[in-house]
């Protein structure tokens, strides 16, 4: 089956009961049994749900995996793999990732006795002088976010594999509509399904999926013992969202490089970081791995200045300003004052996030309107600067 068939098909079916085809909001804590024990594949809700499942199942076709397992948020996710791991472990992992991964890994995840490495995975050999026999996870994000980097999958799968080192990639930037990194070799795939796979800003859900029948017990164990499970209801509007996954990429992608180009053209923007861009140091693999290029990337101005940037944010009218991503909307970020705050200043530095830079995810409207409000809202800066020079 194609994506666009599995993305309208894989994992719903009628209802059973009223042959509704939508899957039913399974508002519901618990499950009559008919005698203690004898019930049908049902108990209680933080351990079962219809519409959880039907989601579950989904993603799990989506990403060609075996298994699925939703969370309450990309976070809560991102906490379930973590405890696969135990005191001892270490972990190494892209130094330009999101900033929630960062916070949970270092300042929760720290004082439990996990060890965290951070690198720049441009060069996958560089990650071999922080192997030892306690590295137990490498952590990937591709796309990385804000930097919009690009990672070797398959090359970081092939050191992992010699190494003996589970492989967690987090797909959130890319979707399965471009790139799907168990087919590349990683073990897990965790998303925040808060962004392009449910697609209209209004829900918070995560997921963690991977082939391996033991890994699966395990996060599914830790799905009800800990208990972050999502909502029917956030089931249900995920699921929604997925059914258009294929339609709304297209235009993100498509609108993406038309931003980034026309970005690359103006005068008062000093860098692009989109990797369909040809002088993007990671445009190759990029075009090896991925369908398409996404709707993320990121610019800095020639005014490298906080005070630009913030200015320019409250210039468009088009793009709002927000944190998230990956809605029909386009949002405009800072992330060295919202997304990448508490990333330490030397830390953020090393990665690129610089004071004026500023990140876009372009939402599906019309391109010649988000050219028009971009452009008009950067010729803005340029000329107050000229009035304050002149003034
Ligand atoms: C948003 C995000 C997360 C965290 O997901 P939540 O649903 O907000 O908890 C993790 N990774 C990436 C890349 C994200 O963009």
New binding site residues.
Partial sequence: MKFGTKSVHAGVSPDPSTGAIMTPIYQTSTYVQKAPGEHLGYEYARTQNPTRDALQKSLAALENAKHCVAFG????A?DAIAKLLKPGDEVISTNDL?G??YRIFTQVFGPYGLTFHFKPFDNPNDILPLINENTKMIWV?TPT?PMVNIVDIEAICKIAKAHNILVCV?N??ATPYLQTPLDLGADIITH?A??YLGGHSDV???AAICNNDAIAEKLVYLQNACGAVPGPMDCFLVLRGIKTLHLRMKQHCANGAIIANALKNHPGVDKVHYPGLEEHPGHEIAKKQMNDFGGMLSFSLKNDTIEAAIQLMQNTKIFALAE??GGVESLIGHPATMTHASIPLEQRMKTGVTDSLIRLSVGIEDPEDLVEDLTTAIDAISTEKVDALVG
């Fill in positions: 948020s990309g976070l809560a991102v999101y929630g991964t994000e976010n987090d959130t930037f925040s808060t962004k918070v859900l995560g998230s991503l």
